[in-house]
């Protein structure tokens, strides 16, 4: 069952000789809760920053793999090869900056959420205590 939008027009077929492109949406639609149900323009400072950490956790690997495969196409001289000692330092300098941002972007994803306390944690391990002695 869908909810019919209130003064909507309904159109079954189109007029001979309309094109689609001409038809047009009421000005506004009614929200689904109303004015105290509507979502938010703008988040909270901490929410917008922690999403976008999240990105940059997400696109962490994509940029590694880039960065990994930037040195295939390093011409040497003449023409040839890279040489393999610049390839390996590149290579190295790479992982270790790839481990030093993923470090700072997990800290700052880290203190955005509040540590479990013990009691609210994971009860599997006392589950199977009980279940054995009880």
């Known amino acids: ?4 939008i209130p003064d909507a027009p309904v159109l079954t077929e189109l007029p001979a000789g309309t094109p689609a492109a001409t038809l047009s949406l009421p000005a506004k639609l009614p929200s689904a809760g109303g ?26 690997p ?25 390839v390996m330092i590149y290579v190295f300098a790479v992982w270790a900056g790839l481990v030093i941002l993923s470090a700072v972007v997990t800290r700052k ?6 540590p479990r306390s013990s009691a609210g944690g994971d009860d599997s391990q006392d589950g199977a205590e009980e279940s054995r002695h009880g």
Not at 1 to 4: E, F, I, Q, T, Y
Not at 41 to 48: H, M, P, S
Not at 109 to 114: I, K, P, Q, V
């Open 109 to 114: 994803l880290n203190a955005g959420t509040a």
């Open 62 to 86: 994509i940029m590694g793999a880039l960065l990994f495969a930037l040195p295939l196409l390093w011409m040497g001289p003449g023409g040839g090869a890279a040489r393999t000692s610049h």
């Open 1 to 4: 069952m869908s909810a019919a």
């Open 35 to 60: 004015p105290p149900g509507t979502r938010p323009v703008f988040v909270a400072r901490a929410t917008y920053r922690h999403r976008r950490m999240m990105d940059a956790a997400a696109l962490l």
